[in-house]
């Protein structure tokens, strides 16, 4: 194994097992050129990653830009052999994971912010069809229309917008291949309301590495796009089906384990699925009793579902 270090030209010694030879992607001044690529895409700088003594030796001022690097500068000292490296990142505000009271509270301070210029506090969702609100009988029956709806009831009638981005049928994989982040920049939202569509990660077999990685990937993309808004990301109603898929996992599986990764990280979680579990016990209902067809929620299920999101809004529940 090589260790990591760096030289003045701005490269980066990579650990690897490789070794010196020709390669596929050509030479540069007779050492092979190794292709670099970040969250799938090529890397391309003006002097290319290659192999120098046995050693990968990469573009760092190239790899920091391609890793969300607004500004890079790497200065070279001659008179005393050293370098300096200044990397500025965007200036992106903790929008994960930072508490500030509870939701409600937030938004009722942003409101007294923006009332002077008639301003709203804007909220939105993003997910799968339990987020658009299949199984319902209609838009206002929705768990997410359940908080707009007390929101802009305790705030101030007619101060808060609300925008319900749900897909039907959408997996994390169909959330990044159609760029959904770049609706919800649009929207310009205070705060969102990520539902991971893991229903439908379980049901598209997507292995739960790939998921936990398009998650990751969507929230770095609403982070970078939507970099004033606030992010809650949260887990969805259970299911009739509990048999374990072409991976070997049960849905339960994916809401445990993304549940776990999304804590890990620091972003706020807001756990759906096991309280509702427990509601059903508590009301002595069966979960027939909560939904339209396999996955889908009826009114009293979106009800139920919305009461619990409201009960991490106003500081009720952590």
């Not at 002595?284 to 991490?312: C, M, Q, V």
Request: net charge neutral; glycine share 10%; aromatic share 10%.
């Amino acid at each position: 194994m090589k260790k990591i270090s760096l030289i003045a030209a701005g490269i980066l010694l990579f650990t690897a097992g490789v070794a010196s030879g020709s390669s596929i992607n050509g030479d540069y001044k007779g050492n092979p050129i190794v292709k670099v690529t970040v969250n799938g895409k090529e890397v391309v700088s003006e002097i290319p990653a290659q192999i120098i003594d046995g050693t990968t030796m990469l573009p760092l001022r190239a790899i920091s830009e391609a890793l969300g690097a607004e500004q890079s500068k790497i200065q070279w000292k001659p008179g005393t052999y050293a370098v300096d490296m200044l990397v500025r990142t965007p200036d992106i505000p903790d929008t994960l994971g930072k508490e500030i009271g509870s939701l409600y509270q937030y938004s009722k301070d942003l409101f007294q912010e923006r009332k002077a210029s008639k301003g709203k506090v804007v909220f939105g969702t993003l997910g799968s069809s339990v987020t658009l609100g299949a199984g319902s009988t209609g838009p206002t029956k929705t768990w997410s229309y359940a908080v707009f709806d007390k929101f802009n009831k305790d705030i101030a009638a007619g101060s808060t917008r609300y925008e319900n981005t749900g897909f039907g049928g959408f997996s994390t994989e169909s959330l990044l291949k159609e760029n959904k982040a770049d609706v919800i920049a649009k929207q310009k939202l205070d705060i969102l309301f990520f539902e991971m569509c893991l229903i439908n990660d379980y049901g598209s077999n997507i292995p739960i590495e790939k998921t936990k990685s398009n998650i990751r990937e969507i929230v770095n993309q609403l982070q970078t796009k939507s970099p004033k808004t606030r992010i809650v990301l949260t887990s969805a109603n259970p299911i009739k089906k509990t048999t374990p898929n072409g991976q070997g996992l049960t849905y339960e599986d994916y809401v445990n384990q993304v549940g776990a990764f999304v804590q890990d990280n620091g972003w706020t979680y807001f756990d759906i699925y096991h309280p509702f579990v427990e509601e059903i016990q508590k009301q002595g209902l069966a979960l027939d009793d909560l939904l339209s067809d396999e996955a889908h929620p009826n009114d009293k299920g979106y009800a139920i579902w919305g009461n619990l999101l409201l009960d991490y809004v106003y500081g009720k529940r952590s």
